[in-house]
């Protein structure tokens, strides 16, 4: 995700992923029958981010450039991640450029100038 690097946040008895070491190493563990259990699961979650609030993406060398929308918000309105494509209002070349991404970065949150795509699985219409 272009170096954007996810917080995580570690739990006792929480959800995601297990976090052997931890609990091996930091929690007790009652022994009967000669088996170790342990009475606190430690875990490590994502931690929902703002940055994840616009996500985007864009197929290149099609006939039609058009974003995905995959985040929560596109255009200042919940898009709640539904997969939604739209035409893009800008050029995009085989080369993708920094001005590109902020054209397209700045578009998706302006809220003006969309143009939804009804996609049916096939290639997008031109």
């Given amino acids: 995700m272009l170096g954007v690097e996810q917080k995580t946040e570690d739990k006792a008895n ?15 563990a009652i022994i009967q029958n000669n088996k170790l259990y342990y009475m606190e699961l430690q875990t490590q979650s994502v931690v929902d981010n703002d940055f994840k609030k616009l996500v985007l993406t864009f197929p290149l060398q099609t006939k039609t450039p058009y974003i995905i929308i995959k985040g929560r918000i596109f255009q200042n309105a919940d898009a709640g991640g539904t997969r939604e494509r739209y035409k893009l209002p800008v050029d995009i070349s085989d080369i993708i450029t920094p001005k590109t991404v902020s054209e397209i970065i700045i578009w998706a ?3 003006t100038g969309d143009e939804y795509i009804d996609w049916d699985g096939s290639e997008v219409p031109v």
Wanted: proline fraction near 0%; charge should be negative.
């Fill in 109 to 111: 949150v302006s809220g």
């Fill in 14 to 28: 929480g959800g995601g992923e297990i976090l052997r070491d931890k609990i091996i190493n930091e929690t007790f």
